[in-house]
């Protein structure tokens, strides 16, 4: 698919706005810092097609007031030494681009992820100096049909998922004439921020090291190619997961979530696809939240990041051979690790390291490669479950479709499905070898239970 640039403008904020550096979090340096893409698409009717500048002008529009509470988005990154990064709230602007194709919308299918979205959101050129990079980048597609398209990608070194759906949610609001409905909290003082003398509680089973298990066999492929598919779960068939899970587990309270008994799912039929020998450890990348973990709760509308990674681990031949309740009850305690204690602790523990970038994935990402955490034999999965994606109308309609813009290396994301019937959606990566036998298992495995 050709997409043809039209424009790219600079969107400040529209009134001036508080410039200066505001220290980072520990959460906000490690991890994924590069970007998080989300993808729309839009049928918008007639009144809105003409004349051609309304659709773009409203978007420029309200992204300038929009910066105005969320003025961090209109800043710039910048290091201090080697390892840590400070933000520079100077108003410099986001980035909005528009551009063509003479693709329809009905070209994209069911719009599951794939190849057809290169060109679609803006992308980063990461061996610029990151202070030259805009923290927000907004992209217009039109097709030749009359819809549209709307990528955006934001640095995830300023926001989480969660923090992106908020801003996104106010934009939208603000383009449609509200007032807005929740103000960002933008102190990350409260995470310890710029606070080098904390005093957290112990923490004796603090772990940060992040070692992931290996493949015990060198047969793979250094880089193997992957490929993307969006799998689609019924209310009927996640009720059977749940109640597999929960299968001879009574005294569990309370019982596993859909979220647990879908990740071990995915973890299980993982190893299965991949025939992983019964030795082989592996282990299962979770993001676990702070803002409720921690005391007290971090704010309402905090923008920035809460999350933690951590891992459940298992050997292959114990995940494959228990029943699912075994993967759920892994990923439970894996989760369960993120305590108050835990997470004062671990602040700590990364102020004083001496080096943060072993921690972040943006060496790799300036060495063209995929962030490196999850690949065979280990797998990541990002929870969406119960984060408000839909609804995102700008005055022209709700979306024809919404989702993650990618999915990197090997790991899924969990989606609600728009109907809002209780079904779901997948969005996997994984080794082009081994995602047929994953599909098989992992709709078998579902049908089996009811047997």
Same mark, same amino acid.
Not at 120 to 147: A, K, N, R
Not at 264 to 269: L, M
């Given at each position: 698919?050709?997409?043809?640039?039209?424009?790219?403008?600079?969107?400040?904020?529209?009134?001036?706005?508080?410039?200066?550096?505001? $220290?980072?979090? =520990?959460?906000?340096?490690?991890?994924?810092?590069?970007?998080?893409?989300?993808? &729309?698409?839009?049928?918008?009717?007639?009144?809105?097609?003409?004349?051609?500048?309304?659709?773009?002008?409203?978007?420029?529009?309200?992204?300038?007031?929009?910066?105005?509470?969320?003025?961090?988005?209109?800043?710039?990154?910048?290091?201090?030494?080697?390892?840590?990064?400070?933000?520079?709230?100077?108003?410099?602007?986001?980035?909005?681009?528009?551009?063509?194709?003479?693709?329809?919308?009905?070209?994209? &299918?069911?719009?599951?992820?794939?190849?057809?979205?290169?060109?679609?959101?803006? #992308?980063?050129?990461?061996?610029? $100096?990151?202070? =030259?990079?805009?923290?927000?980048?907004?992209?217009? %597609?039109? *097709?030749?049909?009359?819809?549209?398209?709307?990528?955006? %990608?934001?640095?995830?070194?300023?926001?989480?998922?969660?923090?992106?759906?908020?801003?996104?949610?106010?934009?939208?609001?603000?383009?449609?004439? +509200?007032?807005?409905?929740?103000?960002?909290?933008?102190?990350?003082?409260?995470?310890?921020?710029?606070?080098?003398?904390?005093?957290?509680?112990?923490?004796?089973?603090?772990?940060?090291?992040?070692?992931?298990?290996?493949?015990?066999?060198?047969?793979? +492929? #250094?880089? $193997?190619?992957?490929?993307?598919?969006?799998?689609?779960?019924?209310?009927?068939?996640?009720?059977?997961?749940?109640?597999?899970?929960?299968?001879?587990?009574?005294?569990?309270?309370?019982?596993?979530?859909?979220?647990?008994?879908?990740?071990?799912?995915?973890?299980?039929?993982?190893?299965?696809?991949?025939?992983?020998?019964?030795?082989?450890?592996?282990?299962?990348?979770?993001?676990?939240?702070?803002?409720?973990?921690?005391?007290?709760?971090?704010?309402?509308? !905090?923008?920035?990041?809460?999350?933690?990674?951590?891992?459940? #681990?298992?050997?292959?031949?114990?995940?494959?051979?228990?029943?699912?309740?075994?993967?759920?009850?892994?990923?439970?305690?894996?989760?369960? %690790?993120?305590?108050?204690?835990?997470?004062?602790?671990?602040?700590?523990?990364?102020?004083?390291?001496?080096?943060?970038?072993?921690?972040?994935?943006?060496?790799?990402? #300036?060495?063209?490669?995929?962030?490196?955490?999850?690949?065979?034999?280990?797998?990541?999965?990002?929870?969406?479950?119960? *984060?408000?994606?839909?609804?995102?109308?700008?005055?022209?309609?709700?979306?024809?479709?919404?989702?993650?813009?990618?999915?990197?290396? =090997?790991?899924?994301?969990? @989606? $609600?499905?728009?109907? &809002?019937?209780?079904?779901? @959606?997948?969005?996997?990566?994984?080794?082009?070898?081994?995602?047929?036998?994953?599909?098989?298992? *992992? !709709?078998?495995?579902?049908?089996?239970?009811?047997?």
């Amino acid at each position: 698919m050709v997409v043809r640039l039209k424009g790219s403008y600079t969107v400040k904020p529209a009134e001036p706005t508080w410039e200066g550096c505001q $220290p980072l979090s =520990e959460l906000d340096q490690i991890g994924c810092i590069t970007y998080i893409p989300i993808i &729309g698409f839009y049928r918008p009717p007639q009144n809105w097609l003409t004349p051609a500048e309304t659709i773009p002008n409203t978007l420029k529009d309200s992204l300038s007031r929009a910066l105005v509470p969320f003025y961090p988005l209109a800043g710039r990154l910048q290091w201090i030494g080697k390892d840590r990064l400070e933000l520079n709230c100077n108003g410099i602007g986001a980035q909005f681009i528009e551009a063509e194709s003479e693709a329809k919308l009905v070209d994209f &299918g069911d719009f599951s992820l794939s190849p057809k979205y290169d060109g679609l959101i803006p #992308t980063l050129d990461y061996s610029l $100096p990151i202070h =030259e990079l805009p923290l927000l980048l907004v992209q217009l %597609t039109w *097709f030749s049909c009359g819809g549209i398209s709307l990528g955006l %990608t934001a640095s995830h070194a300023v926001v989480d998922g969660q923090s992106l759906l908020h801003f996104i949610s106010e934009w939208t609001g603000l383009a449609r004439g +509200e007032p807005l409905k929740l103000a960002p909290f933008l102190d990350r003082k409260v995470l310890g921020a710029g606070n080098d003398h904390l005093h957290p509680p112990a923490s004796p089973s603090l772990d940060l090291s992040f070692n992931l298990p290996t493949l015990l066999s060198s047969e793979e +492929e #250094t880089k $193997p190619e992957t490929t993307i598919a969006m799998l689609k779960l019924t209310k009927e068939e996640v009720e059977k997961l749940k109640n597999m899970a929960n299968e001879g587990e009574e005294t569990i309270i309370p019982a596993y979530t859909r979220y647990e008994s879908l990740a071990g799912h995915i973890w299980r039929c993982a190893s299965k696809a991949r025939k992983h020998k019964h030795e082989q450890p592996t282990a299962l990348g979770l993001c676990a939240s702070s803002r409720s973990r921690i005391k007290p709760a971090l704010p309402k509308g !905090y923008f920035g990041n809460a999350i933690f990674d951590v891992l459940a #681990t298992s050997t292959a031949g114990e995940l494959m051979a228990k029943p699912l309740s075994y993967a759920a009850r892994r990923i439970r305690e894996a989760i369960e %690790t993120v305590t108050n204690e835990y997470i004062w602790s671990a602040i700590d523990y990364l102020k004083k390291h001496p080096d943060l970038t072993g921690f972040q994935d943006l060496q790799a990402r #300036t060495s063209n490669d995929k962030f490196p955490f999850y690949k065979n034999p280990n797998l990541g999965v990002v929870n969406w479950l119960s *984060f408000p994606i839909y609804g995102v109308d700008f005055g022209w309609g709700k979306e024809v479709y919404i989702g993650p813009g990618d999915v990197d290396a =090997e790991s899924s994301f969990l @989606v $609600p499905s728009s109907s &809002g019937d209780g079904s779901l @959606v997948v969005a996997l990566s994984l080794q082009v070898s081994h995602m047929e036998a994953f599909k098989k298992h *992992f !709709y078998e495995d579902i049908m089996i239970c009811n047997m």
